[in-house]
């Protein structure tokens, strides 16, 4: 089964740091998301991209996030200034249509 | 808004027993897609099955079967013969077709099989 992959696994920074969360959906899907689960808590979504741009964000999705697929391959997830309530599993998943997404293993953020 | 609940937080089961986990939903859109993940303690999303609205034949695969019931906004999912492999948190989760694909989850149910 195809798969999308994550980078990295796992991403410690320090608050008020910028990361960015790298993903590579599979390559003939063209809608992209990003997911986040704080720890023992639901998964939650953020946001999601077609045809280069955002279709629909979430109110966790504020101005310190941002999304981009920079080269037709890779989407990645920025978070400009890191606050300690950003540690979490962010996940990143694609679709062909708008049925199953298929979910990236996971990058799991600490900010400490 | 879309809405899924997961009543049971936690469940505690002997292996071997039979677990029906329960999930109810809230939609307003007419198309929907309905799914059931498990999440291993490793963290990872594991993909157990997808359900359109408009299909409400249940489906059975291997020890695992899903019973969707439009009337009642249910779609639950039972393990016969529950196993220690089994321990995890299992989401329900939806997507409305008028949503951009957002999927909204459960708050998941953990089961724990107990040897």
């Known amino acids: 089964e195809p798969e999308v992959t994550q980078t990295p696994s796992h991403q410690v920074t320090q608050m008020g740091q910028e990361v960015i969360l790298r993903c590579v959906p599979i390559s003939n899907h063209l809608y992209f998301y990003w997911y986040r689960q704080i720890l023992g808590q639901k998964v939650e979504f953020l946001v999601s991209?077609?045809?280069?741009?955002?279709?629909?964000k979430s109110e966790i999705f504020d101005d310190q996030f941002s999304v981009e697929r920079p080269d037709g391959s890779n989407f990645t997830l920025k978070i400009r200034s890191t606050k300690l309530e950003d540690s979490a599993m962010y996940f990143c998943a694609s679709s062909e249509d708008r049925g199953r997404q298929y979910f990236g293993p996971g990058t799991r953020l600490t900010v400490t | 808004a879309q809405k899924v609940t997961q009543a049971q937080t936690e469940i505690s089961v002997v292996e071997k027993e039979d677990v029906t986990l329960d999930c109810v939903y809230e939609?307003?859109?007419?198309?929907?897609?309905l799914f059931w993940y498990k999440q291993p303690p490793s963290g990872e999303l594991v993909f157990l099955i997808r359900?359109?609205?408009?299909?409400?034949q249940n489906e059975i695969s291997g020890r695992y079967s899903w019973n969707f019931q439009k009337s009642t906004s249910s779609f639950n999912f039972t393990i016969t013969a529950s196993q220690v492999v089994d321990s995890a948190v299992y989401f329900c989760?939806?997507?409305?077709?008028?949503?951009?694909?957002?999927?909204?989850f459960g708050d998941g149910t953990t089961l724990t099989v107990k040897p």
């Open positions: 991209f077609y045809n280069n741009e955002i279709s629909e």
């Open positions: 939609t307003r859109d007419t198309t929907y897609y």
């Open positions: 989760a939806l997507i409305g077709n008028t949503n951009a694909g957002k999927s909204t």
């Open positions: 359900r359109n609205s408009f299909d409400e």
